[in-house]
């Protein structure tokens, strides 16, 4: 029955995945390159960001690299920011992201810039560098953590250093903003307690039902989130990695998942619905035929007019639901 998976040759039978995102890269460096020449045009006839530097009672403007940071952001900020958040779109790979004039334009009005860093959004860190500027502060959340380029970069699916990013946005907002830091305080006090209350509930809920099961991800977006919530995510890692950063994973790394998937090691499957590969998709259908629940989770906001919250909220009730379901079918 599985005779065309198991004969998978690696690399050979699909090769298209991996030769698109290459020419994707390329052209995305060329489209780099034009968008910082444009801001380079740009900047000789602008002058400086808007704003009161120091001055309280304003609106800071801020950008996020992406929308979930954004969303945290503009929660924590509240009436004292104005948030733009660049890489949002719900259909698109964000680790394929390519920068236009339109985002150099808002990089260049920025007072405040959330990034992810750890190669998540190197194309940030190049218009930044183009268009050096007094008095722009820059969080990268991969230096807050202590993170480097082919570290997990997905910050945003561990809890802890959710708190972690909140805690200095809200330091970063009372240093640009001192007039308004009791206000910030109030505001970071209601994201954390009241706000993430029913995310950290949740975690806590499915944590004490479904400590140690053993489940599988497509993709290292999970690993995070599946040790907070105490599960066994156990996945070839070299399989999780290579997705992530869209190469072929190693045949023999195929061949474990694939394996654990038709002996029923893993009660649910977790894959990333904006990386679809033929061979995640041929991992999604092998779960499939062996009755394993399987669950898509997101990069960005799903829906995009969601909070950081109502969105990783959903995500985790469909994953219980899904655990629920896994352990009656076992
Ligand atoms: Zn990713």
Known sequence: MFSSLQAWPGKSRYPDASTHRTIRFRVGLLANVLALALLAMLLAACSTPAGNANGGSGTLQVVAGENFWG?????????????????SDPNADPHEYQTSAQTARTFAMAQYVILNGAGYDSWAQQLLDANPQDGRKVLTVANLLGKHEGDNPHFWYNPEYVTQVANQITKDYKTLDAADASY?????????????????????????????????ATESIFVYMANALGLDLISPPEFMDAVAEGNDPPAASVAEFQQQIQ????????????????????????????????????????????????????????????????????
């Not at 969303?71 to 890489?87: E, K, P």
């Open 71 to 87: 969303s945290i952001a503009a929660q924590l900020g509240g009436s004292h920011v104005h948030v733009t958040s660049i890489v």
């Open 184 to 216: 910030f305080d109030q505001q970071n006090s209601a994201f954390l307690n009241v706000a993430l209350k029913p995310y950290h509930d949740r975690i806590a809920a499915i944590k004490a039902k479904f400590a140690g099961q053993k489940i599988g």
């Open 263 to 330: 002996q029923k090691q893993i009660t649910v499957l977790v894959y990333n619905v904006q990386t679809n590969t033929n061979i995640t998709n041929s991992i999604k259908l092998l779960a499939t035929q062996q009755s394993i629940p399987i669950v898509g989770v997101s990069e960005t906001l799903q829906p995009v007019d969601a909070t950081f919250q109502d969105w990783q909220y959903a995500q985790l009730l469909a994953l219980e639901n899904a655990l629920n379901a896994g352990a009656l079918v076992k």
